[in-house]
Structures are given as C-alpha cells and as structure tokens.
C-alpha cells in the first residue's frame, strides 16, 4: 500500500520541493475525479507542523490514520465478519443508528461504492471510495439523512440542526449556525411585505372580508407608503439570534435526556426533542414575537420603534400582555413539527426510491425542496393556531373588540367567518416560501463559502 501512496503522492504535487500546497492538492484530486469531497479538511488535518505544506511523511501520516478508522467502520457494518458488505448489513447498521431504510435504498448505498458490479462492497473497494472522504465515522458518512439544511424560511423550523462532535470541536458549528442567521435574515427581509399582509390579514380579515392581496399592498401602501411594508421586520430579523442560540443549546439537553450515553437519536427522539427545543426557545422570545406583530398591524406614527412599542404595551396592558397567544403558538409547534418531520422524510424516502440512480445523496435542492414542501404541509395543519395567536397579540388594539381567550376566539371565528375564516392570510404565507427558500439557499451557500464551512 506504501508504494500506491508514494505514486499518488507524485501524481498529486507539481513542484519541486516535495511537498503539497492547498491549492495542488485541490487541483490534483479534481484531476483524479476525486472533486465531491474536502481537500481543505485533509490539508489542515495532515498538515501536523502547520508550515502550510503536506509533505510525504504527513501525507502517508494521514492516510494511515484515515485508513484505520475506515476500517473501524467498515467492520461495524460488516456484522456476519465475511469481509464483505451487504446490504441487508446497511438495513441492520442503519436500524442501529435510529435510521429506517429500505433494502432498495440499502442496495442504492452499496451501487455507489462497489466498483466490481457484484452488490457487494469489500474493504478494497470501501478504502478506494473512501480515501479522500474527510469523514470519520458510519455517523458522518451518513450524514445526508439528517432533517435540517439550515435553511431559514421565514418561519420558525422546529427541527434544529445537529452537529458531529468534530464540528463542535472545530467551531464549524457556530459558522453554519451564523451562516443560516445571515440567509434567514436576508431572506425575512426579502419577504417582509408578504409577512405583514399575511399578518393584517389574519388581524383585520373578519372586518374587511373582501381584503385581498392587490387591495391589502394597496392599503397599506396609501396609509404609510412604500417604507410600511417592512413594518415590524426588524423585530423579526432580531429574533433569530436569540431563538436560533436557545433552540440549539435546548436541543442538545434533550437530545441527552432522551437517550442514553452512547447511543444514536432516533427519529421519534428527534422529533420529540425538536419540539420541545422550539417551545423553550419560542417561551424565550415570545414577546419579540408579540411586537413583531404590534408593529406589523400598527399605524404610522403609532410606535416610534420596538422599545417605543414594549414601553407603550407595559405601561397601558402591563407584563401579561407579552405573552397574548402564547397557549395556541405552543399548541401548534406539535402539529407543525411532526408533519413537517413525517412528510419530510416520506418525500425524500419516494427520491430515494423512484429517482435516485447513482447516489444516495439527494443533494441540497432536492432536500431544500422536500423541505419547502413539508414545512407548507405543517404551516397549513397548525395554521388556525397561528391565526388565533396572532389575533390574540392584536387583539387590544382593535377598536371594540372583546378581549377573547383561545377557545372563545376559535368560537367567534367560525360563527362569524366560518372555518375558511381559520385561514386568512395563508395565500401570501404561501407566496413567500418559494422565493424564501430561494433566496435563502443563495445567501446561505455564499456566506458558508466566506465563512469557510464549505470544503472545496
């Protein structure tokens, strides 16, 4: 194995100094087709007396330690001890990890990587696949089964991110979390006037039945100009940190609750403690929310700012004001977060098995749309939730309106509106997703590329 090494080493460096800059090394694993994994991670990995240059001896190094824990690897998946991998063993290896695949999508894993066609992967053909793979771990190979992409559509995803122990290490964690907080951003304030419509019409809509979306940009433009339509963004924008940092940091301690040292999450954990995540981070910052929504139906001149606004709701309503709604927001993360999970993973299961042809990896507009499509399908279950929320923010700022709890609001609703009444509001709530995601993934892919997540 030596002498390949020292092959691939010459093959790889041009000059004549004997040693590998980034720069050749990233050039020289295109050349060999190797283009899809990290050449940076491997780099800053081998490079052990950090003076910018992988000579023979780091590069042998790291190859022998990268070769040692794919064979650990390789043998956790190899369960009857034959030397070869099949794919009832991927089925039973995934099952282990909390993953549940089928045999068709076990053989998809194993087409990728057998080079000989016989649908079984020996350990030369696992070593060869995995060479230049800076991955670590069963754990990390298998990472494109995760629920999240870090995409931010304007609404708050109840599944947080998760993280191998190396991006913990690294500090990769925090960057891909600042990279989503940046694209979430860019994003909310890209969509922004279709929020504040959604918002004034699930507010205003039992008054002015005939508000559609042409009158309500128009109504909103003629009251408070073209600057209105970004009304209350700014609260919406400020709140990512805060319930981004909170959900993160939840979902780990309940992630620990839920299972024992050791063991992998499962789907059903994840669910449960994404959940759970997003109620503690939504308790956190539920009266940003409160004046987001304030600041949205507001007229011109009526708050001179967010703290104008908090100051304006503790003087006349006092504290309990701020957590107007809170019952129905927290109701609807539980209908929000399991369909969005189940039909997540159904959408992706349906790629998996009628599309995929080469890879098992979906790729990230194939996840980015199985993700649009199941976070509309949870927004639409616990939608009249979000109504009854939002109106309860309002409420006190609508002229003669009674101050109703949730069940006496759903009654007044339905009596009045009927159950189409429950979605008002939800045509522009759906007109931003796609540009949301969009917009989003742009933002997202560059500032993890500036910020130095995306491995080249």
Not at 37 to 47: H, N, Q, S
Not at 398 to 416: A, C, D, H, T, W
Request: glycine residues 10%; contains cysteine; hydrophobic residues 40%.
């Amino acid at each position: 194995m030596d002498t390949s090494y020292d092959k691939l080493f010459s093959h790889l460096y041009h000059n004549e100094d004997g040693a590998l800059d980034i720069f050749e090394l990233q050039e020289g694993l295109q050349g060999i087709g190797v283009i899809q994994y990290g050449g940076k991670k491997i780099f800053t990995t081998g490079d052990v007396n950090k003076d910018g240059k992988l000579d023979f001896e780091e590069f042998m190094k790291y190859l022998k330690d990268h070769e040692k824990k794919m064979k650990l690897a390789f043998k956790s998946l190899d369960k009857n001890n034959d030397g070869k991998i099949e794919a009832s063993e991927i089925v039973q290896s995934l099952q282990i990890l909390g993953l549940t695949i089928s045999e068709q999508q076990a053989e998809l894993i194993l087409r990728s990587i057998d080079a000989d066609g016989t649908m079984t992967v020996d350990w030369n053909e696992w070593r060869d696949y995995f060479l230049f793979n800076p991955v670590t771990d069963i754990e990390e190979i298998i990472r494109f089964w995760k629920h999240s992409t870090g995409i931010d559509i304007g609404d708050s995803l109840t599944i947080p991110d998760e993280f191998t122990e190396d991006e913990k290490k690294s500090g990769q964690w925090w960057r891909q979390l600042l990279a989503g907080g940046v694209a979430g951003a860019v994003s909310r304030t890209s969509t922004a006037p279709l929020d504040r419509l959604k918002v004034m019409m699930q507010v205003h809509g039992s008054k002015s039945a005939k508000m559609n979306i042409y009158g309500g940009f128009r109504q909103m433009v003629k009251e408070g100009g073209i600057r209105s339509l970004w009304r209350g963004n700014g609260t919406n924008v400020i709140k990512i940190a805060p319930e981004t940092a909170v959900k993160f940091w939840a979902y780990e301690q309940y992630k620990k609750l839920l299972t024992e040292e050791g063991q992998k999450i499962g789907t059903f954990e994840r669910f449960v403690s994404g959940s759970m995540a997003g109620a503690t981070a939504q308790t956190f910052i539920y009266p940003m929310e409160v004046l987001k929504t304030r600041l949205a139906v507001g007229k011109t001149g009526q708050y001179s700012g967010m703290f104008d606004c908090a100051k304006k709701i503790l003087k006349y309503e006092g504290m309990g004001a701020f957590y107007k709604g809170y019952i129905p927001n927290l109701l609807g993360i539980i209908p929000y977060a399991g369909i969005d999970l189940a039909v997540y993973e159904l959408l992706k299961s349906h790629w998996l098995d009628n599309f995929a042809k080469d890879s098992v990896n979906p790729g990230v507009m194939v996840l980015l749309g199985c993700g649009a499509l199941s976070s509309t399908c949870g927004q639409l279950a616990s939608y009249p939730l979000a109504l009854v929320r939002t109106r309860m923010q309002a409420q006190a700022m609508i002229e003669g309106s009674p101050q109703l709890n949730m069940v006496g609001l759903f009654r007044r609703i339905i009596y009045k509106e009927g159950l189409p009444g429950l979605y008002r509001g939800i045509t522009p709530n759906f007109m931003k997703v796609l540009p949301a995601v969009g917009i989003s993934y742009v933002v997202y892919e560059n500032m993890k590329q500036t910020l130095g997540v995306t491995q080249k």
